[in-house]
């Protein structure tokens, strides 16, 4: 993963040194008169996009994605992203809009602009629904079991959390989830939304506990530093999506699951 | 570019490895025991078992070592629990490494046990000996000497396949490498490091076995 991140950035930095005048990114009349929205999005991410049988990209963002085009009455095009290209490809103008739960930042904000937010990322626990637990911290005992996958984030929190539990760690999510559905532990702390792919294989019914003090990422709708127009139609119509209950429908049908941590919709932004 | 090796990051950490070894050591010491007995027991079926015994071994030979043992762990751990029997990780893995070995260390044997000669048996029979004292003087001298190597190399591979013990979350040498590496991003140390705790590992275990050869059967077995 960090030799890919570093590939990444290096590639980018590549991108930006060589070309010559740089691609600007589309304005919204340009967009409007091209008809074509280019928009990003990680193929590898499910449930925000993966492979569909067919070989099409599909998934959350695609959803979304297309959404906004029939609103804008254009088409639109996808473009294949890893999680490192997704700033570098606005920057470049290769993409209009990027997806791929781009997490809002302070450092990132420097360079690109981002949306209102559509999706928030945050650290939960799953966990059965006939368990006793209640909060978090009833969590942090002993006699508690977690599955925890490997290498993720996560587990560090976990470490410095809920210290009195006992962790099995797992390589990847399918194995994890099976082993806490089989009953090898009690709960799995994790960004927990992307679990629902999962859980759903399975008949036990789930519960997810939010932690009060979370800290909660939000992802939003990237898009080149300055793109005045397009985010002011962007922010508007992601109002009307969240409103409408369309935001919430494609995430449940995605993920299984309504979002742990829910975004406060408001007119003013 | 060019990559600094920082062996000193990873240093604080090596007690740690050393008791994901000791576990890796468990694993494969009691698995090949395991699978000694079991394969022994088999192997003299195979020789002069009834015939319906004999084809059952056959085919449970033939199932375990024409399957990877990764598929045979992941069946006895995600696969039981399903029809309501859950080892814990380290059971599950033990059961799967013993099984494994079992099947192998039966073909072993009975090849070794093919190489003990009539004529000697029948000398064991004349000395007086009955058939503990001939398995114990005649038998088992004879088929570890022969089978030594075959036998030091079946443990040296089961000791290097506990690392896949790490995907059923047993914290095993390999395991704790992973882990390490998840929070240093040091993978070059941590990687060459265990690898040289595998080499210590196998090394050890080569001399004992090759002692232990020498010592209770008398196998003309070199140490080194």
Same mark, same amino acid.
């Given at each position: 993963m960090g030799a890919l991140t570093w590939i990444g950035r290096v590639a980018g930095l590549a991108c930006l040194l060589a070309a010559p005048g740089l691609a600007q990114a589309h304005s919204l009349d340009e967009i409007l008169s091209a008809k074509t929205l280019v928009v990003g999005i990680n193929p590898n991410l499910p449930?925000?996009?993966?492979?569909?049988?067919?070989? @099409? =990209?599909?998934? %959350? +963002?695609?959803?979304?994605?297309?959404?906004?085009?029939?609103m804008l009455g254009v088409k639109v095009q996808l473009v294949q992203v890893n999680s490192a290209d997704r700033v570098p490809f606005l920057i470049t103008g290769k993409a209009d809009l990027m997806m791929g739960a781009l997490t809002r930042t302070p450092a990132r904000a420097q360079v690109i602009d981002f949306s209102l937010p559509i999706q928030t990322e945050a650290i939960s626990a799953l966990t059965k629904d006939s368990a006793p637990f209640k909060t978090m911290q009833d969590l942090n005992a002993s006699n508690v079991k977690?599955?925890?996958?490997?290498?993720?984030?996560?587990?560090?929190?976990?470490?410095?959390?809920?210290?009195?539990? @006992? =962790?099995?760690? %797992? +390589?990847?999510?399918?194995?994890?989830?099976?082993?806490?559905?089989?009953?090898?532990?009690?709960?799995?702390?994790?960004?927990?939304?992307?679990?629902?792919?999962?859980?759903?294989?399975?008949?036990?019914?789930?519960?997810?506990?939010?932690?009060?003090?979370?800290?909660?990422d939000y992802d939003a709708i990237g898009l080149a530093f300055g793109n005045e127009p397009l985010k002011a139609w962007l922010n508007v119509?992601?109002?009307?999506?969240?409103?409408?209950?369309?935001l919430n429908d494609t995430y449940k049908k995605w993920f299984g699951m309504a979002p742990v941590y829910p975004i406060p919709t408001t007119p003013y932004f | 570019m060019h990559y600094v090796l920082h062996y000193g990051q990873i240093a604080p950490y090596l007690p740690y490895l050393i008791g994901g070894m000791a576990i890796s050591l468990a694993l494969?010491?009691?698995?090949?025991?395991?699978?000694?007995?079991?394969?022994?027991?088999?192997?003299?079926?195979?020789?002069?078992?009834?015939?319906?015994?004999?084809r059952l071994v056959r085919i449970y030979v033939a199932f375990f070592t024409n399957t990877p043992q990764l598929v045979q762990i992941y069946v006895i751990y995600f696969g039981l629990p399903d029809f309501g029997i859950l080892f814990s990780p380290f059971a599950a893995v033990l059961i799967g490494m013993t099984l494994n070995a079992a099947a192998y260390l039966t073909e072993i044997l009975r090849a070794g046990l093919g190489t003990v000669h009539a004529?000697?048996?029948?000398?064991?029979?004349?000395?007086?000996?009955?058939?503990?004292?001939?398995?114990?003087?005649?038998t088992l001298p004879h088929l570890f000497r022969v089978?030594?190597?075959?036998?030091?190399?079946?443990?040296?591979?089961?000791?290097?396949?506990?690392?896949?013990?790490?995907?059923?979350?047993?914290?095993?040498?390999?395991?704790?490498?992973?882990?390490?590496?998840?929070?240093?991003?040091?993978?070059?140390?941590?990687?060459?490091?265990?690898?040289?705790?595998?080499?210590?590992?196998?090394?050890?275990?080569?001399?004992?076995?090759?002692?232990?050869?020498?010592?209770?059967?008398?196998?003309?077995?070199?140490?080194?």
């Open positions: 449930p925000l996009g993966s492979f569909s049988d067919t070989n @099409q =990209v599909q998934g %959350f +963002d695609v959803d979304i994605a297309n959404k906004l085009g029939s977690l599955i925890e996958v490997r290498g993720t984030t996560p587990v560090d929190y976990v470490k410095q959390n809920l210290p009195k539990a @006992q =962790v099995t760690l %797992f +390589d990847n999510y399918p194995d994890a989830v099976r082993a806490f559905e089989q009953g090898r532990g009690d709960a799995i702390v994790d960004v927990t939304d992307y679990l629902g792919t999962y859980t759903k294989q399975y008949p036990a019914k789930t519960r997810v506990i939010a932690d009060k003090n979370a800290e909660v119509a992601i109002y009307e999506l969240e409103t409408d209950g369309f | 494969s010491v009691l698995s090949f025991i395991g699978g000694m007995v079991l394969g022994l027991f088999f192997a003299v079926i195979r020789n002069e078992g009834h015939p319906i015994l004999s004529q000697e048996l029948d000398a064991a029979e004349t000395l007086g000996m009955n058939r503990l004292q001939t398995l114990r003087h005649v089978a030594m190597p075959a036998l030091t190399n079946q443990y040296i591979l089961m000791t290097l396949g506990t690392s896949m013990a790490s995907i059923f979350g047993v914290e095993e040498l390999t395991g704790r490498a992973f882990n390490i590496n998840s929070t240093t991003f040091r993978s070059i140390e941590i990687f060459t490091t265990v690898a040289v705790l595998y080499v210590v590992v196998t090394f050890i275990a080569t001399i004992l076995l090759a002692l232990v050869g020498r010592w209770a059967f008398r196998a003309r077995v070199p140490v080194l």
